[in-house]
């Protein structure tokens, strides 16, 4: 039945992306440019590979690339295994602009760029490394989403939600300020509800996101792409 389900959102999604607005993807390349040789933080994900088993694959990993200094190295800051924990590494120019990765398109959700980017690259790279990551657990978490919403809830200057599908993004007991820090949450791990002016109602079930955003307006459902209506330039949030 589940089978059936996805097979059944997935003939559906394309003609909703029609007629409800736009399923906005920004690649990463279109911002070198726009960038250049300035500090920048990029908010990225990107769907679960065909590699991994088939009901998992409408799920987004998550991650950041950072730069703090003009014409500084790239450094990412990610859980990219189940058995890595919390990893920091360089990456070169290329790979930070690269517009796919494992065989999927990588979406950039949020795009910091300039001055304010040097300060919240420096704190994500302190923060990270003093994160210790006791297990990692792919449902309902935690897991590499639970980890970046940690970073964004920490550093509300990023302003940006992670992907309705990034599973583990609420498995934490809390009550607070969302992760844009413009609105509150209140999570119990498997069962949580936000509200906000950018993220608008959000209901977290079993790992699950269903809601409306507000800034861009966004359909938010399982197992398929966000749904989001674009005005004005479609696609990236950016500082």
Excluded at 15 to 35: D, M, N, V, Y
Excluded at 84 to 96: M, N, Q, Y
Excluded at 112 to 118: D, K, L, N, R, T
Excluded at 125 to 140: D, S, V
Aim: glycine share 8%.
């Amino acid at each position: 039945m589940p089978f059936v389900l996805v097979r059944l959102l997935c003939l559906i999604v394309p003609l909703a992306c029609l007629g409800f607005g736009s399923c906005a993807i920004t690649p990463p390349s279109t911002l070198a440019e726009r960038i250049g040789s300035q500090p920048a933080v990029l908010v990225k994900s990107l769907r679960i590979p065909d590699t991994e088993v088939w009901y998992s694959r409408f799920a987004q990993h998550s991650w950041l690339d950072v730069r703090m200094q003009p014409d500084g190295v790239w450094i990412r800051l990610e859980i990219e295994t189940p058995r890595s924990g919390v990893t920091l590494f360089r990456i070169p120019d290329e790979e930070a602009y690269a517009d796919r990765r494992w065989g999927r398109a990588i979406h950039v959700r949020k795009a910091v760029i300039g001055e304010p980017a040097a300060e919240i690259a420096k704190q994500a790279i302190r923060l990270t490394r003093n994160r210790k990551w006791p297990h990692y657990q792919a449902y309902p978490g935690p897991n590499s989403n639970t980890y970046v919403a940690e970073l964004l809830e920490a550093l509300p200057e990023i302003g940006t939600t992670l992907d309705a599908n990034a599973v583990g993004k609420d498995f934490q007991l809390r009550v607070g300020k969302s992760e844009t820090g413009s609105g509150v949450e209140a999570d119990a791990y498997i069962l949580g509800l936000q509200l906000g002016l950018q993220e608008g109602i959000e209901l977290h079930l079993l790992g699950f996101t269903l809601g409306l955003g507000l800034q861009p307006l966004t359909l938010k459902l399982p197992f398929v792409p966000e749904l989001r209506w674009m005005w004005g330039n479609r696609g990236i949030e950016q500082l």
